[in-house]
């Protein structure tokens, strides 16, 4: 890495936990607030900012319980606003949270644009300066580290540059050791962006910090960063997978991927850069929303291509069509299975898969024609690598079911609200895709409880099992379990985490048919399988067969999908 001298360091402070969590429907939980804290600590960014104290008891209580982590690398840093106009600071009840909270790093926000100190606070601008500096020397003399955010700087360095700074030098002069220029309604675009913070850089002491803070609502928050930094800023501020209100805050992982990778610069600890995809997943899993596919660096398709001249190129020679090596920051190259790549596409896809169809011309051809076949009746295999490995491993005779489906049964029953019928326990809880979900425990309105029966033969024996479930999917996958379950114990590990349906409009004068995408995990991976039919029941039986054959195929012997 560069030699850059410590003091030199690029402070990354993660807000996910505060500013990140105002994006709609995010909500965390305490317990989620202290498992994103250790994910965040464990690939080592350098400040994590827990919440706002003072606004909320869940926040005052994820402060006490995150005192108790086994922290790392991390430090904890508390936010809250500075006092209020005309009162002084000793029962101020924000800052007296903010110091009870014990985080021993704290970020104030004050205002820094005179529109908002004399129309939005309603004083004026001399008493927004004494609010500014009261609340920051009142934090630094009870021992905390104080860090400076600036709200609206870019937006009232424009309208007022004297004033604006003005204001950083109040924060300074009162004890704070980093100051941040916050963009907060996200409308900066880059090139000013460096040339005000190379100013602020000159008008305030050597020693100060100069950190930012940016929202995306000009699809420039990384952007800015990333030149906010070029042009001396040494803290930068972001959100995990860019969550935040309205258009997000800047992607911390984009940040500190591009700065390491492209500007040289270390930000994490050695070798914590390649956590980066496992990290950006599992939080994504605690906000329950679902991973960005295109999201650079850490989404499935950030290094994917289904173009099939080059699919064979790309086996041999990732680094000739990726802007960096996937692997670098935890993801993989992937090449998708589409009817329009054709057949070097597919034979490296199988390769991808540790399965050579370029050794036997003969079966790459039958693969390459079914997989036609099927795309044509509306399979997808682009993300469901599991059923094209499956696929593969059926016409190459290398497949043996560990169960075969003789019949199953599903009863539907649907009770008035308020019948009682007791809810919960179903394995899918993430928002589908907004069409019909036949097996989600999210049913709007009263109960949908469902039993299915199924029929199979596990090795050479009949076997009946019944289940219950929220809906008939979740009954389906509760029976197969029930029938599979002792033979193959191993199928505890395997969740079903994911259930999507998609309805595909009739193609050539056919009808209308459903796609279900099952998404299923163990403890070290995860895969997704596909079903399509007329019926959604029989599609969702596919892919969740195919999900748990998958499993056992996994249990049993070493696969590559993850
Ligand atoms: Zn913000």
Partial sequence: MTGMPAHEHVETYDTTLRDGSQQVGLQFTVADKLRVTRLLDDLGVDVIEGGWPGSNPKDAEYFARAAELPWRHATLAAFGATRRPGRGVDDDPNLNALLDSKAPIVTLVGKSWDLHVTEALRTTLDENLAMVADSVAHLVAAGRRATFDAEHFFDGHAADQAYALAVLQAAVDAGADTVVLCDTNGGSLPTGVARVVREVRGALPAGIRVGVHFHDDSACAVANSLVAVEAGAR???????????????????????GLELKAGLQLLPADRLAALTTTAHAIAELANLPPDHRQPYVGAAAFATKAGLHASAIARRADAYSHVDPGRVGNKARVLVSELAGRSNVLAKAGELGLDLEADPALGARVLDRVKELEHRGYAFEVADASFELLARRESGSFQPPFTLEGYRVLVERKAEGSGEP???????????????????????????????????????????????????????????????????????????????????GRAGTRAVTRVLVTSADPDAEWTTVGVSDDIVTASWEALADGIHYGLLRATQPVRVA
């Fill in 235 to 257: 803290h930068v501020q972001g959100a995990a997978n860019g969550y935040g209100e309205r258009c997000g805050n800047a992607d911390l992982f984009a940040i500190v991927a």
């Fill in 423 to 505: 809810r919960g326990g179903a394995p899918v809880g993430r928002e589908g895709s907004g069409e019909p979900q036949g097996g989600a425990p999210d049913d709007r309105d009263g109960s949908d409880l469902s039993e299915a029966t199924v029929r199979l033969v596990v090795d050479g024996e009949r076997v009946l099992a019944v289940g219950e479930g929220v809906g008939p999917v979740h009954a389906l996958d509760q029976a197969l379990r029930r029938a599979l379950a002792p033979r193959h114990p191993e199928l505890k590990d395997v969740q079903l985490v994911d259930f999507k349906v998609r309805i595909l409009d």
